[in-house]
């Protein structure tokens, strides 16, 4: 059963990249879930299951944030965030259509450490070849998740 949905959007070819966290249910109980994607081509009307996703440490928190289309370098780039830890990004996950392959890439740098960096919403901007990602959320009382945004860059 498909759940949370989210999509990231080439407007030059013309093709949706769908992704959903897929639960398996055995008798009424989940039982298991992965995620997966599909690339929609709005030419042909086709859909197609692309490769999987790579593992990480909670299926659930990659889905908190849509995945965005990076114009500039034909790839899908989806932030993985640790939804019970206020949105905490742990890893840009990047997947090339051209051989329908993922990357898992971290986001720290010497100047960023891993609590810094968080976000609820991305959005690729093409002219400065950057993904813009900004917001928090699901952050426990008594914090406060006023965070500043980040871009970052693929290539």
Known sequence: QAQHGRFAWDATRKRAFVCAVHK?????????QMNVCYRYDHATKTLALIAPVPATPNH????????AYDSRNDVVL????????????????VYTPATDTWESLPVVSDTLVANDIRGSVAAFDHSSNTLFLAGTGACPAPITANTPTLLWRYK
């Open 24 to 32: 398996h249910y055995t008798g009424g109980s989940e039982d298991g």
């Open 60 to 67: 659930a928190g990659v889905l908190y944030i849509q995945p």
């Open 78 to 93: 989806w932030p993985y965030t640790k939804m019970e830890q206020c949105s905490i990004v742990t890893a840009m996950l």
